[in-house]
């Protein structure tokens, strides 16, 4: 772990404190509460509030500004809620997850187990992908995760120890090339945010009518080792207590035998995909992140 600084252990602090009294509190007051920092975070003190408002402009060109700021405002409660929600749950009963998370999909990932080829799993920041791992992992499946590693490595070290609490092995990214791969060809699962941005040797694909460089790595694997790939989804549902519906749908593909060219048409399809999935509630997408950062050679502009 790298050496936390004084400014690390002071965020640290806060966040424990944060995260501690909010667990006490019943659900719905902790979960309400949530909501409300997240609001205050992007509507009050306006953190990200334009690159959000930017986002859902350049996205939803056929909506309106009223619908544009009702879905900014939902995304920041949205993702205050969440990350209560994380903490509270990844700290419980894996019988909590199990109680709280419906599956859709799920026997067509338990047969892929079975054969004995591994499987990945392609996600993205929609809903709250930490349960959605979690889920799959306190059914029995072999879940490694592949993450990035947070700035504050004491919160790293935190959220790393409840993915592993709830059965999860995590993977850092810089490790992942021959890692992943090691866990596919020992028939385990391995699961991938494939939405962040790029900054060098992504490949472009669209993502909401604009290229976004994205990891080609998910379908590399998948095409080297021959394991199928599925998107998951873990989507909130409204109302108390707090559920999730977790959907798996496989991707279906057949290359065509030229590595290049598979690899970016099968990242097109994923990224496709899981845009289909954030149309259908757009405010637990996590707009805040700069997912059109990185333009393509001779175009400018930031996303």
Do not use: C
């Amino acid at each position: 772990m790298r050496r936390p600084t004084f400014q690390h252990r002071m965020e640290y602090l806060a966040y424990r404190a944060t995260v501690g009294v909010l667990r006490f509190l019943p659900e719905r007051v902790a979960l309400l509460l949530g909501e409300g920092l997240g609001w205050v975070a992007g509507v009050v003190l306006g953190i990200r509030r334009g690159t959000v408002r930017e986002h859902l402009r350049l996205s939803f060109p056929e909506e309106g500004e009223r619908w544009r700021r009702r879905v900014a405002r939902a995304s920041f409660r949205h993702l205050g809620r969440e990350g209560i929600a994380t903490f509270r749950m990844g700290r419980g009963d894996p019988d909590l997850i199990r109680e709280r998370t419906r599956m859709v999909g799920f026997e067509a990932l338990e047969k892929a187990v079975e054969a004995g080829k591994g499987a990945i799993v392609i996600t993205g920041h929609f809903g709250n992908w930490e349960i959605g791992g979690a889920s799959l992992a306190v059914r029995g499946i072999p879940l490694e995760v592949v993450a990035q590693r947070q700035r504050n490595p004491l919160f790293d070290r935190d959220l790393n120890r409840n993915r592993e609490r709830l059965s999860m092995t995590v993977i850092e990214r810089g490790e992942a090339p021959k890692r992943v791969l090691k866990a596919l060809r020992k028939g385990r699962v391995v699961a991938i945010v494939g939405d962040q941005n790029l900054r060098r040797g992504g490949v472009f694909v669209e993502f909401f009518g604009r290229k976004a460089s994205t990891a080609r790595g998910a379908a590399v694997f998948a095409l080297r080792t021959g394991s199928p790939i599925f998107l998951g989804i873990a989507h909130r549902e409204p109302g108390f207590p707090q559920r999730y519906r977790v959907r798996l749908e496989a991707i279906e593909f057949s290359p065509g035998g030229e590595m290049e060219a598979d690899a970016l048409a099968l990242t097109e399809l994923h990224t496709r995909r899981l845009e289909e999935a954030v149309r259908t509630a757009p405010e637990q997408y996590f707009w805040q992140h700069r997912r059109w950062k990185t333009r393509p050679p001779g175009e400018e502009g930031a996303g």
